[in-house]
């Protein structure tokens, strides 16, 4: 079971840390090889951004309106493979409830 709310991480002032800690806590083993390998926080942040980026959150009321049938609506992740798609489902579906949905 994936857990809804993880605990804070002290990451410190090393930006190098913020990426180890989070392999780490993913059970991933970071040797001297794959630390060699890993960019900076600042490289990381400058390809995919600081927060992530949700599209729609602005149309969320017209969608409603448009339902003929509130029990069609459905509700998904859209991304590439192995960008956390499958771990979105998993929290959009506990976490997000849509009203006369089947």
């Known amino acids: 079971q994936v857990p809804t709310v993880l605990p804070p ?4 002032n090393d930006e ?24 900076t926080w600042s490289e990381m ?8 980026v949700i599209i729609g959150l602005d149309r969320c009321e017209e969608f ?3 339902l003929s ?3 069609d609506a459905m509700i998904g992740p859209a991304g590439m493979f192995n960008t956390g798609t ?3 489902g998993q929290m959009l579906h506990m976490n997000c ?5 089947t």
Do not use: C, W
């Open 64 to 66: 409603r309106h448009s």
């Open 45 to 52: 942040t400058s390809m995919y951004g600081a927060q992530p």
């Open 69 to 71: 049938k509130p029990h």
């Open 86 to 88: 499958n771990f979105i």
């Open 16 to 39: 190098s840390n913020r990426i180890k800690t989070t392999l780490r806590r993913a059970g991933v083993i970071v040797d001297d090889a794959l630390e060699a390998r890993l960019p």
């Open 97 to 101: 409830k849509i009203p006369d949905s």
């Open 9 to 12: 991480m002290d990451t410190g």
